[in-house]
């Protein structure tokens, strides 16, 4: 976890403990736990938002491809006539 050994943890919950108390400690705890949990189920609604957008049906992708393919191709019809013209 974040390349933290275990006496790095017991360091940060002695000065935790200093800092907020016994008494608060446990509602930071339940907190920090509910916005990891928070976090996570954000993350993973993107990524299920990404993976869907990424399948999309053939149909949609050939129809995309054509003026794609076309306007690569279209700037290479120029090059004879650059060929064509007399050089000084």
Do not use: C, H, N, Y
């Not at 790095?8 to 200093?18: D, F, G, N, Q, R």
């Not at 949990?37 to 990524?47: A, L, Q, V």
């Not at 049906?57 to 690569?72: G, R």
């Amino acid at each position: 976890m974040f390349g933290l050994g275990p006496a790095e943890i017991i360091v940060i919950l002695l000065i935790a403990l200093v800092v907020f108390g016994p008494k608060k400690l446990p509602e930071m705890g339940k907190s920090l736990g509910q916005g990891i949990r928070e976090f996570r189920r954000s993350t993973s609604g993107i990524k299920e938002e990404l993976e869907s957008s990424f399948r999309d049906d053939p149909k949609s992708v050939a129809s995309t491809e054509a003026p794609v393919t076309q306007t690569v191709i279209a700037p290479s019809d120029s090059v004879p006539e650059i060929e064509k013209r007399p050089q000084a």
